[in-house]
């Protein structure tokens, strides 16, 4: 990767944790005001034959996985191809962390080990898109 393309994606990254924080971190309630739109839309799909298994709560650990996807692969893009481990370990530490600060921190945030468990297999696709991405050319 050149140092132009490095720059990008440094870029790409720092906005896409700007906009993890502000999603998860925020006192607006986000979560509270989403929650009757998507129930409502998921309730037309379900009158469609989508399973009711695909609720508001698969919706939200979807989303949690969406989140973490592009940490993943930025992260992984910008060290070397045999350390991908050290984002992944990074960004399960990352989820921990914010975990921690909505239990201790934000009264009006729900901690979840589920929330952990999305962003961790966000965060292990998006290492493995990166992989895929950087995969070494044929001989």
């Known amino acids: 990767m050149d ?3 490095r720059r990008v994606v440094i870029g790409l990254l720092v906005g896409a944790l700007v906009a993890a924080a502000v999603l998860v971190l925020n006192p607006w309630h986000l979560h509270d005001a989403l ?3 998507i129930a409502r839309g998921l309730g037309r799909l379900h009158m469609l034959g989508l399973p009711e298994k695909l609720n508001v709560h698969a919706a939200e650990f979807a989303a949690n996985i969406a989140l973490f996807i ?3 692969l ?3 893009l910008l060290v070397p191809r045999r350390r991908w481990w050290v984002v992944l370990v990074a960004l399960v530490a990352l989820s921990v962390g914010i975990e921690a600060v909505q239990a201790f921190g934000l009264s ?3 901690p979840s080990a ?3 468990l999305g962003n961790s297999l966000g ?3 998006g290492v493995g898109l990166s992989l895929l ?3 070494p050319a044929p001989a």
């Open 70 to 72: 592009p940490l993943g």
């Open 35 to 37: 929650d009757a739109p």
């Open 123 to 125: 965060a292990a696709i």
């Open 108 to 110: 009006y945030r729900q």
């Open 3 to 5: 140092e132009r393309q």
């Open 133 to 135: 991405v950087r995969r």
């Open 74 to 76: 930025l992260g992984a």
């Open 114 to 116: 589920r929330d952990v």
